[in-house]
């Protein structure tokens, strides 16, 4: 089992182990890809939680809801798994600090198990407020997952399949997906009588993780830089990398440590105030930002209201929907097989390039779907083309930059500003696209071209190529754009902790 697979690079071999594919996989099961499956599962009982949130109402106030009150509260339902994971953000530094990578993704199933209870009971309970708040705890699940998750999946990981081995991060996304929108189908749980089903399944993965996680090591940095314990983060380095000797391994981690004098775990306001990593956090700032604000979770959320302004038949649309989630996995292999060929750069600017292609031929064959029968489906191989451009380049890319782009000791605090970042417009496009949806119409798709095009300008001139890097040559890339020295300096000014890494 401790087989390296082999696969040839320029001057040596990069390794893949059973059980750096197997942490990885399991780690993403119980968190990227529960996040993926609540992005789409909405979808299918849409109209089945509508009519609980009525019939609720009848019971308690004998009148019926108004159509207006129905829609903002399934905006709620929607969008409150944003704001969930805006408060599992914030809980990721202190969690990960104090209880370590793994330990914090294991604990983390508790919110899954929560949440799936609340959701798949309300409809047998009468209480669509055990939706929301279910939602709402799923959501924090969601955010200190995204957020942990990468941040294991980039410490235990040489650095020649460092990209490969995050994009597993949006392939289990788009797996997720995928199951949320094939166990919704009408002949699965897409019926009225079995519609809590679709929340019930959160418990599965959730417990394979559990069971099946703690099996595997700690993060070796985590064990070597931050609890200073050098036996066991050998001991994981073996398990990760199925070799004996890992004495080179333990020397590229200490290097970083003696660069940095001290591991001063650095704190959101400290990392604020460094110039020396004024240009990372833009970057991670301006690329969280345009992952979520470029349009794709507004198809997640509403793809079958988008078929259908788009004039498909509602019977067909479910299948459709599926399609996309094919798509997504085919788009998100593919992403992982060539990002350490062809790089993030190209990947992330390509894709975000493509997008706002597609978001402009959409716009301009939802104008003209009446003009003839065949124009409708232009209108879903945009939506293909936009899903698979997504995939290919944003869709998990801007997690492995966040963690390449900052130091150990920088890296918890970074991720909690990437995360707060990514679920604050997360909720801005669950709560604010159905208004802008009714006030531009079918022009809507041309505010995400605009986001998609202004995030691809920016990364052109400012995103460095971080494949096949180390930490500390990713630091020195951005010093020269930060026009200080690398911000290892800076944290000489911090004093040292009682600890220290022999």
């Not at 390794?15 to 299918?44: D, Q, R």
């Not at 402009?360 to 104008?367: E, F, K």
């Not at 997690?399 to 909720?427: H, T, Y």
């Amino acid at each position: 089992m401790d087989q390296p697979i082999n696969v040839k690079s320029e001057s040596s071999k990069t390794e893949f182990t059973w059980k750096l594919i197997m942490a990885a996989l399991v780690g993403a099961l119980g968190s990227s890809f529960l996040y993926g499956f609540n992005l789409s599962v909405v979808n299918a009982p849409s109209s089945y939680i509508r009519k609980l949130y009525n019939e609720s109402w009848s019971l308690r106030y004998n009148q019926e809801m108004s159509s207006s009150l129905i829609s903002i509260m399934w905006s709620v339902t929607v969008s409150i798994f944003a704001i969930g994971g805006l408060v599992g953000a914030l809980l990721v530094t202190p969690m990960v600090n104090t209880l370590g990578r793994k330990k914090t993704l294991l604990i983390n199933n508790l919110f899954a198990l929560v949440a799936a209870l609340l959701m798949s009971l309300a409809n047998l309970a009468g209480a669509p407020e055990m939706i929301i708040i279910g939602r709402f705890i799923m959501g924090v699940d969601g955010g200190i997952a995204l957020s942990t998750l990468p941040m294991y999946l980039n410490e235990i990981s040489p650095k020649k399949i460092r990209g490969s081995l995050g994009q597993i991060t949006a392939i289990l996304i788009c797996v997720g997906v995928f199951t949320g929108q094939v166990l919704g189908l009408p002949e699965i749980f897409g019926l009225e009588s079995r519609w809590p089903f679709l929340f019930g399944a959160i418990l599965v993965p959730a417990v394979i993780q559990v069971a099946i996680l703690p099996f595997f090591p700690e993060s070796p940095r985590y064990l070597l830089l931050e609890k200073q314990d050098t036996k066991e983060a050998e001991k994981a380095f073996r398990t990760f990398l199925g070799k004996k000797d890992v004495s080179q391994d333990i020397e590229d981690v200490l290097a970083e440590t003696r660069i940095q004098r001290n591991i001063h775990l650095v704190s959101v306001i400290e990392l604020l105030k460094m110039r020396s990593v004024r240009w990372q956090i833009i970057t991670a700032v301006v690329t969280m930002a345009s992952y979520q604000l470029c349009g794709l979770n507004a198809i997640w959320f509403y793809t079958n209201n988008i078929f259908k302004e788009a004039g498909i038949q509602p019977t067909t649309i479910p299948y459709i929907t599926l399609s996309t989630g094919a798509v997504e996995i085919v788009a998100a292999v593919v992403s992982g097989m060539t990002i350490e060929k062809l790089g993030r750069r190209v990947l992330l600017i390509g894709g975000f390039g493509l997008m706002t292609l597609f978001f402009s031929i959409l716009t301009v064959s939802l104008a003209l779907q009446d003009r003839a029968p065949w124009v409708p489906y232009i209108s879903i191989v945009c939506i293909l083309g936009v899903i698979a451009s997504f995939c290919i380049g944003p869709g998990g890319i801007p997690f492995v930059l966040v963690g390449e782009f900052f130091q150990q000791s920088q890296r918890p605090a970074a991720f909690m500003i990437a995360g707060s970042v990514n679920w604050i417009c997360n909720f801005a496009v669950g709560l604010l696209f159905p208004l802008i949806q009714e006030g531009l119409g079918n022009y809507c798709f041309l505010v995400f071209a605009t986001i998609c095009l202004a995030g691809a300008i920016y990364l052109f001139f400012v995103l460095p190529e971080t494949k096949n890097k180390t930490f500390n040559e990713i630091d020195q890339a951005f010093a020269k754009i930060n026009k200080i020295s690398p911000s290892v300096k800076e944290l000489e000014k911090y004093p040292p902790e009682e600890k220290t890494v022999e």
